[in-house]
């Protein structure tokens, strides 16, 4: 999973959000080191959403558009969380205390 | 409507019809910055991402088979031109030229390319396998087996019996890409050199535009970087086959020209993976 799908994940799973929300959420979570663009976000969401792992959540019109809002499957959110071990495992290398033997 | 607004909604209009351009105006708009090189690049790629319509469920060689079956035909259509007609007719061993095993395989590619675009998977294998005897024996007759388009007809049908690994059901028009056959002829390396004078030139000339093309498409859709490789690769191959048959002689210019050959589709190759790669989640 790519480090962009991994955070648009995390973004929703707290709940549905609409496009713009998403970008920031995902901007806060990431400290502002993955800022998406909007065509960038798009296309995520359209694979994302092929793929299962999310789905439209609810529609409303606001000034006339069509704003709608996204959220995890059960699908996306298993793949979440196994992507969230692959991490933290991979951190736990690095990170955990080395017990050398005497 | 303001100039802010205005100049989001160009963008978006790049995108096609079924694709939430509504929403993806409300979110730029909310952001209330104008247009960056970065959100502006962005929008024109997603936009033709959009409407080349590759996705995970799309088959990433499908494509590649149809162009090498066009290819094929191409070839198919040259080796059949000498048909004898009056000796089939009028002789008992007429029927022995091969005009006759090209016509075979020109009527069993045309079948395998509607067939493969019409989503008859099964058919187009059938067909394309069938035709591979034919076509090689009409090339290899007809003293132009070291011709380019030799290998045009087995890279075919290898690479229809991978589509049948796994049908997606994805559809063309095959009317279209019949009417794609003429400019097949001319422009890709058919041959036709032997026959239309100026052939030869548009082919190489051509080839170099399809590489250059793949490669910056690769951005957009990997499928058509895939797909000139594989009319590359018949390239490759049939150069390889002309130096194991020692047609190709000369220590330097025989690396030279297998590496000359091999360059080009090794590059697209990677330039679909690496395309490939971008579309995964």
């Not at chain 2, 079956?69 to 080796?79: E, P, Q």
Request: hydrophobic content about 50%; proline content about 6%.
């Amino acid at each position: 999973m790519r480090e962009t799908t991994y955070f648009t994940l995390a973004a929703l799973q707290h709940g549905p959000l609409h496009g713009y929300a998403i970008i920031q959420r995902v901007s806060e979570l990431s400290g502002g080191r993955v800022r998406l663009a909007t065509g960038t976000l798009y296309t995520a969401l359209e694979r994302l959403t092929t793929a299962g792992h999310i789905r439209v959540a609810s529609e409303e019109i606001v000034n006339g558009r069509a704003r709608r809002s996204y959220q995890l499957t059960p699908h996306g959110q298993t793949a979440l969380h196994e992507q969230a071990t692959v991490y933290a495992e991979a951190a736990r290398i690095v990170t955990r205390p080395v017990v050398r033997p005497a | 409507m303001n100039h802010i607004e205005r100049r989001y909604a160009r963008l978006v209009r790049l995108y096609p019809a079924r694709s939430p351009r509504d929403e993806i105006l409300d979110t730029l708009l909310q952001s209330g910055q104008p247009p960056t090189l970065r959100e502006t690049s962005a929008l024109v790629l997603g936009a033709l991402r959009a409407r080349a319509g590759y996705a995970l469920d799309r088959s990433p060689i499908r494509l590649a088979a149809l162009a090498v079956l066009l290819y094929a035909t191409a070839v198919d259509v040259l080796t059949s031109l000498p048909l004898d007609v009056p000796a089939i007719v009028g002789t008992p061993l007429g029927i022995a030229q091969y005009a006759v095993a090209g016509l075979a395989a020109l009527v069993l590619h045309v079948t395998a390319l509607f067939a493969l675009a019409r989503g008859a998977y099964r058919l187009s294998a059938v067909a394309a396998v069938l035709a591979v005897g034919p076509a090689l024996v009409a090339l290899e007759r007809s003293g132009s087996y070291l011709n380019d388009g030799f290998w045009a007809a087995p890279v075919a049908a290898l690479l229809v019996l991978a589509v049948n690994l796994s049908p997606r059901g994805e559809r063309s028009n095959p009317y279209l890409w019949t009417a794609l056959l003429p400019f097949a002829i001319v422009i890709l390396p058919t041959g036709s050199g032997t026959v239309l004078t100026p052939g030869l030139f548009i082919e190489q000339q051509a080839m170099i535009v399809l590489v250059v093309a793949g490669l910056l498409w690769s951005a957009v859709d990997p499928r058509v970087p895939l797909a000139v490789a594989a009319l590359a690769l018949c390239d490759f191959l049939t150069h390889l086959t002309a130096v194991a048959a020692g047609a190709v002689v000369g220590g330097g210019s025989v690396a030279y020209g297998l590496a000359v050959t091999a360059v080009p589709w090794l590059l697209l190759l990677a330039a679909a993976t690496a395309g490939h790669r971008r579309s995964l989640i």
